[in-house]
């Protein structure tokens, strides 16, 4: 219902520039100057105390001499001065600032004081600001930039958000000859406040803004980042440039995932996560650029080639192929199209070769039969230049050939340089993306094929959960944190087992033995034939030092199989503490196949969940790949299918398929236990075995740590988890049982029919319009919450809180922070049941714990039992100013 904290800071209908001066050298003479020419129409004020005016305004000392707060206020003063400055806004109602100043600690410059002065300053004058050390924003159809570079940046439909000036200051430059349009520059610097997270937010909503840029050196806040990128890549492509790809954590990795997951695996699965596109290079940026500035979208990956070269053909199709892009047959109709205009050896497939000697004609009949053609989700004009080519012909022709209400994107390739440049040119003027190699072009297509493909895996949603066996997470606790006491980190491997056993993860039995003949004793306790492997707390890997006996079958075998591995190791590592042995019995499951389920703590991103094959060749093999947790069925799904060891699960020869569910519920169990746990640092099961019969964790090791003592409960993982502490239980007067609960992905089917079984009025009254049921989409962004930003809770009446949806409430977290929007719909069948009183009430109990002051809504004035409740439960209520038919409903918390 409020408008974005930030909004003053994009859209200022005032703004303040300190530091102002006619200067043709300093900063703040150069800003100023630019916000002149830019030709911004809001009221301007130049601050400085050495001028009394500044080209011909007035100029003034201090900001408490304005007669209204300024909305914005552009800082371009020496550091130290900065922090007063702040205060000074605060104080006079400016609570918007861009500190363009350096000199704040970076690249290891002395300045961390100033740094610290200006966060202490910021916060208690309540003053968000952008900065420091940054270039500053343009806002071109604000005709705003308060810059200090030299080129103007054109109005368009694409924001850049970038943690480097220079890239900010490349793409500005570039924008104009390349006739593209931008609705915002942002250059975050030192990102002390605002960040990524907030400025996506704002992104996220505005209207001039269709796609999104991001260049990213480093992640401050990953919660942040993620819930942002996450809630903006569900309506608009977003394209992210990470530098710093190879960069490897130090840390020495104690089990094989930790050896396994790098830095740059763990930001691709953020970006996954969060539906985002990632390029590689500046120059793809720059293709991504391109291809988002006219707006279109791609509604799938099938791609349409024309070209007057078969060569450019070829290297197109291939490159195609690295991506992923689909070149499907053209249609019978546009062969019989093409058959009348084109030579008769026209190549009659994708790509569409028009031959050497095609005429302009000849170009357009081929866009427009590809265009009309439903096997095409958008269309590549390739031209090179040969003796026959009018390039600047064809050009127009391309452009004749496309119908107003095309939305299929048109993408061309004029290759050459001479010969081609006035085609480009007009082809890049009237808004056709043109790149000079077949390569680029596919490479941008498939950005918008990427998008398309992760809107609809956002879409895609799990069946209903079957088995919600709740974790024993207080054994768990007692476990963890007696290790810590005793002041070890690495549990041994009873230990370990017995935490993945408390979330109901199959293991095999494991007993210690100090001594050989404890050892005999476990091996006859457990049945023959027993692995034999050391016990020790310094070593972790003990196949690697002889410490492992497979197969041992008889008493004397296993005595002489503990003496050997004790030998063995005392040897190799002598500063060791031998405890002695572990006797497990033989692993036995048919037509097994050997994995590796892992865990490793990123310093961003916190706890990364691998997947891949398992075994003792597990770092040589490196089939593996990894998500971040939480994760539900069809993530983990998603996860197991992106290895090679995945088709090895699948019924091949004579071996019988593996039973997949149980893999994914290991996945799904080791997800619960990393998010629930936060001292786990580092969890290996190798070899988890799979068969036709289930799942066995043979070995299992993991690793902790304390976690600081200021974290909550889930700020370990970058995605906040089920809030499972939410869940409560009663029974309705009539003795049924009732569960109060956040929902969850699972629930799709069931919201899904809850929503359809509502009357045409409860329908209205819900969503103030006419809503019949719910769209995939709808579904999916309804069960699919990001639990730091909204809140859903279900009324399920029936058994253990899987029977019968029958009502929902739900609260989205406003802009500011500390207030939330809620909504709140009951069944027709269980009116008068209390429903809607215990669905606020847990909404309350929510809202507190994300720390909100107040919850408002929305209700139409003819719904008077809805307006009864309200005033029940002490909201207060006033008429919308907007809408007669609507009132505001609102009460602090």
Known sequence: MDRSPLSPMFNPESVAV??????KTSVGGRVFSNILRAGYEGELIPVNPKYESVHGMTCVPDISRLARPADLAVIATPAAVVPEI??????????NAIVLSAGFGEGGSPGQDNARKLEMAARKAGVRYLGPNCVGMVRPWLNLDTTFLRSETPKGRLALVSQSGALISAISDWAGPHHLGFSALVSLGNSLDVDFGDVLHFLATDPKTSAILLYVEGIHDAPSFISALRNAARTKPVIVLKAGRHTQSSNAAHTHTGALIGDDAVFDAALARAGAVRTRTFGELFAAAEILSPGKRANGKRLGIITNGGGAGVLAADRAGDLGVELSAPSEETLKKLDAVLPPYWSRANPIDILGDASPEQFTAAVSAALEDSNFDGVLAMLTPQAMTEATAAAQAVLDAIPASNRKPVLACWMGETAVTEGRKLLSSSGIPDFTTPEKAVEAFSYLAQHHRHRRLANEVPGPLHDDKPPDLEGARMIVNGALSDGRTMLSDIESKALLRAFHVPINITIEAATASDALIAAETVGYPVAVKINSPQITHKSDVGGVRLGVGSAIEVKQAVREITLAAQRLRPEARIKGVTIEAMAHVEDARELVIGVSRDPIFGPAILFGAGGTMVEILRDSAVSLPPLNEVLANRLINRTRVARLLDAFRDRPAVDRSAVIDVLLRVSDMVCELPQIVELDINPLVAGPGGVLAVDARIRLAR???????????????YPRHLVTSDFLSDGRPLTIRPIRPEDAE???????????????????GTVNELSEEMLARFTQIDYRREMALVAVVGENGSGEQHGVARYVINPDNTSCEFAIVVSDKMQGHGLGTRLMKGLFDAARDHDLDKIEGSVLRENTPMLHLMEELGFTVTPDPDDRDVVIVERWL
Not at 18 to 23: I, L, N, T
Not at 86 to 95: F, K, L, S, V, Y
Not at 750 to 767: C, I, M, Q
């Open 18 to 23: 300190f530091g102002a001066s006619e200067s």
């Open 86 to 95: 702040i205060r000074q806004c605060g104080m006079a109602g400016t609570t």
């Open 707 to 721: 976690p600081p003592s200021k974290d909550g409960p889930y700020d370990h993982v970058a995605i906040h988890p």
């Open 750 to 768: 069931s919201e899904a029919a809850f929503v359809r079984d509502l009357s045409v009025e409860a329908k209205r009254f819900r969503f103030m």
